[in-house]
Nanobody, 121 residues
Framework: QVQLVESGGGLVQAGGSLRLSCAAS????????MAWYRQAPGNQRELVAR???????NYADSVKGRFTISRDNAKNTVYLQMNSLKPEDTGVYSC???????????????WGQGTQVTVSS
């Protein structure tokens, strides 16, 4: 089993910054994709940013130029640096990882519990 633990959420004023972290632990052979999703009240969950093992990234159009996703493979950790935050960035941010079970070629999808980000105007 694999656990994802997020940290770094909180309340910030518009224009401010936050850095989210998500550490994976447990039975990990390797981690393919790591990503951040968010869900605002009344909205569907949406992809914010994704990073694959090679380091390639992609972002939602709404966060391009403001957010940066990165990962530390040695620590099985993914980060999301969020700058120039806007009230519409408010939501529950959840970490996602696609993890290979050790000694197999089996991949499974895991989610963190989510962390609240609130941006006040």
């Amino acid at each position: 089993q694999v656990q994802l633990v997020e940290s770094g959420g909180g309340l910030v004023q518009a224009g401010g910054s936050l850095r989210l972290s998500c550490a994976a632990s447990g039975s990990i052979g390797s981690i393919n994709t790591m990503a951040w999703y968010r869900q605002a009240p009344g909205n569907q969950r949406e992809l914010v940013a994704r990073i694959i093992g090679s380091g390639n990234t992609n972002y939602a159009d709404s966060v391009k130029g403001r957010f940066t996703i990165s990962r530390d493979n040695a620590k099985n950790t993914v980060y999301l640096q969020m700058n120039s935050l806007k009230p519409e960035d408010t939501g529950v941010y959840s970490c996602n990882a696609v993890v290979r079970t050790p000694y197999t070629s089996y991949f499974a999808n895991y989610w963190g519990q989510g962390t609240q980000v609130t941006v006040s105007s």
